[in-house]
């Protein structure tokens, strides 16, 4: 059992925080800790230029194979560099859909033809997507996707139509990822299909959802006849759920630390601002600071044992199970305390209309974290049935 | 990155596991902490003699095995499990981790292979005020032409009245807090020292109070400086700490497994009624606690290692040892208390199992600081910039 990175790994990691340096400053310099969750409808043009300086400097796409561009990056190394990119205030990844879902699902299960089409424009931070999974009847039933596609045998396209709901970044990018029953007669996860769909087209309507915080990160989208090219499609019609759960395990875990270290600057501010207002004496707000302190450090020992464990049966290892549900509920209660570490001043905005300031977005947006990727319930379910081996609540 | 058991440990674990299966079974838990005693001495001779746990992180040179901290506290883990009654806790992790980091070499060589030999220690650290720092130290020590002269009495002493040799941590007349603190080995039949077992709500582990009444030591007794031992007595009970916590990782696991083995049995309106949302979500909930205190306990491990081979800082240490102690004694008494109630009315019962894991849960939580405890230490390095 060790603690330390090897010295390669440290390596990278100099050459990693260097690079940020020396390029994320002069017309970059607004957009650091920029653009993070709560934030990710700011700075979208300084944004994408953004993602290709990063191609420029060959960091997109580090955990792709050197075969497609990428750099064959280590599970650690991939660690290390979302580590030091959030350390350096880097700005929300725009990209981060193609390169961390759309990409890897491609390299996956797609054909020659989808990957010599779709994987330079990622690559080089050209072309952005999104994800069309979520409906309103499939949130956590995801399996319950009503959008249809039927293949037009006179113009050899596939017709999609259907809503998403929960789509961020739908309006800033050129292609979204669908999900879609291709046989009208089937249900659950049997007859879907995986569409690689071209968001700028007749068919495609984006409509913002404007959230509790005053902003829009999240978009409905409606489709109506949309087109997608008969090789648009990833597998064969009815591959869609076994593509689509293959996808959910690119996630391996490499952002955590990444995302522990965003935590940790709201932490840090938290604290300097207890110490200068004098909550900083209080008994209460003490023992909550050191308790959010506390578990902050344990979700750092937690993913260094998720990422030393690596995978157990194909799956994720049991212990790495609880990992979702303790970051999503440490999290908001991290808002909580922001607020009441604020105390009289957490009601005063920042400007009329509704603008408010870091700590209030970050306490009302953290109210979305115990939801979204499957709520605290759904990850108790999982919880109690795959790791604990518990049976199922019987299904209506 | 490769935090994890290496294979030498797996085994190692394993190894604990499967002889606590075999000899710290209920029915053998029970009938050693119905006892003053509160241990089997067979059972303690062959933890010593075949299993070698006392000599796991003593170092070769005094008749140890010489591994670390991360072999003991696997090894501890399953003691917690099987709440294992026996003076172990008490000699390797107070007694033995007190000479580790207070004694001079002579002192190592003379107390430390009788350790590793099995012959049963303790540490006698808080007065009759309770306390888990230098601050309940109460015990006076004087110095008298070269002697020392211990008066006083110190309480909460775990396994002290059948432990054949102590460590003292005593201080100075009129001196408080972390002034004047000294740390003195002794045997514990030497004049003047009295000895009272005090009944216990958790079984399974003893406590006694002892009396010290112009108790005379030669200089040797003394374990470093006269007077300036604080933040020594700190450190050995920061290590306790992580060695305390993986006791409560081992009975919070216990706890949890326990439980959803009942649960799948036990059917109610024609299901097991671990089928039901409202038990399994509990159950979902007591698995995040047992897996963050284990993540805190190993990393903890590591520091303690770090610690003792004088590359970590004593303040590093002390926050590791109190995140791991603060969330495990939370964890445990979660968990425990969580398997009262999904027991049902059985969980009620002396019969059931799960009411002895609750006691011990509380009685780990309270010795050495609970989760209150250990958040203000905490508040007090985040927020006042101290050094704890």
Known sequence: MKLSFSKQDEQFRAEVAAWLQANLCGEYETIRWRGGPGDEHMYVEERKAWERKLHEGGWTCIGWPEAHGGRGASIEQQVIFNEEYARAGGPGRIGHIGETLAGPTIIAFGSDQQQQRFLPGILRGEEFWCQGYSEPSAGSDLANVKTRASFDSDTQQWKISGQKVWTSLAHESQYCFVIARTDPDSVGHKGLGFFLLAMDQAGVDVRPIEQLTGTSEFNEVFFDEARCGANDIVGLPGDGWKVAMGLLGFERGVSTLGQQMLFQNELNEIVALAKRNGAARDPALRARIADAHMGLRIMRYNSMRMLSGGVDDGALQKSAMIYKLYWASWHRNLGKLAMDVLGDESEILEAAPYQLGRLQSMYLFTRSDTIYGGTNQIQRNIIAERALGMPREPRG | ?388
């Open chain 2, 1 to 388: 990155m490769d935090f994890k058991f290496s294979d030498e440990q797996i085994m190692i674990r394993d190894t604990a596991e499967a002889f606590l299966a075999e000899v710290s079974t209920s029915a053998a838990v029970r009938a050693a902490m119905v006892t003053e005693r509160g241990y089997d001495p067979d059972l303690w001779a062959r933890i010593c003699t075949e299993m070698y746990w006392p000599a796991i992180h003593i170092p070769e040179q005094y008749g140890g095995l010489g591994l670390g901290y991360v072999e003991l506290v696997a090894t501890l883990e399953q003691m917690g499990r099987r709440l294992l009654c026996a003076p172990f806790f008490a000699s390797v992790c107070l007694a033995g981790n007190a000479l580790l980091v207070a004694g001079n070499d002579a002192q190592k060589g003379a107390w430390l292979p009788r350790l590793v030999a099995g012959s049963s220690a303790t540490l006698a650290f808080a007065g009759p005020q309770g306390g888990s720092d230098a601050a309940a130290v109460s015990v006076t020590c004087e110095q008298v032409g070269g002697r020392y002269r211990l008066n006083g009495v110190s309480r909460y002493v775990l396994d002290g009245h059948t432990a054949e040799w102590l460590v003292v941590a005593a201080r100075a007349p009129g001196s408080a807090g972390n002034s004047g603190v000294s740390l003195l080995v002794l045997e514990a039949n030497t004049e003047g020292v009295s000895r009272q077992w005090l009944p216990t709500m958790d079984q399974t582990r003893k406590q006694a109070q002892i009396s010290f009444d112009d108790v005379w030591l030669d200089a040797d007794a003394l374990l470093g400086v006269e007077g300036e031992s604080a933040s020594a007595l700190e450190t050995v009970l920061d290590l306790a700490r992580v060695a305390l916590a993986a006791d409560q990782v081992g009975g919070a696991q216990q706890s949890l497994d326990m439980t959803v083995d009942y649960l799948q049995e036990r059917v109610q309106f024609g299901r097991s009624i671990a089928s039901y949302q409202a038990v399994k979500h509990k159950c979902a909930d007591m698995m995040v606690k047992v897996e963050a205190g284990r993540s805190a306990l190993y990393y903890a491990a590591c520091i303690a290692d770090e610690a003792l081979a004088g590359s970590a800082q004593s303040s590093q240490l002390a926050e590791a040892a109190s995140i791991a102690k603060g969330y495990c004694s939370d964890a445990y008494f979660f968990n425990a208390g969580c398997g009262i109630q999904l027991f049902g009315g059985v969980g009620f019962t002396a019969e059931y199992d799960i009411q002895l894991y609750f006691k011990r849960a509380k009685s780990t939580e309270t010795f050495l600081g609970n989760g209150d405890y250990h958040r203000q230490r905490l508040a007090r390095q985040l927020l006042d910039e101290e050094t704890i």
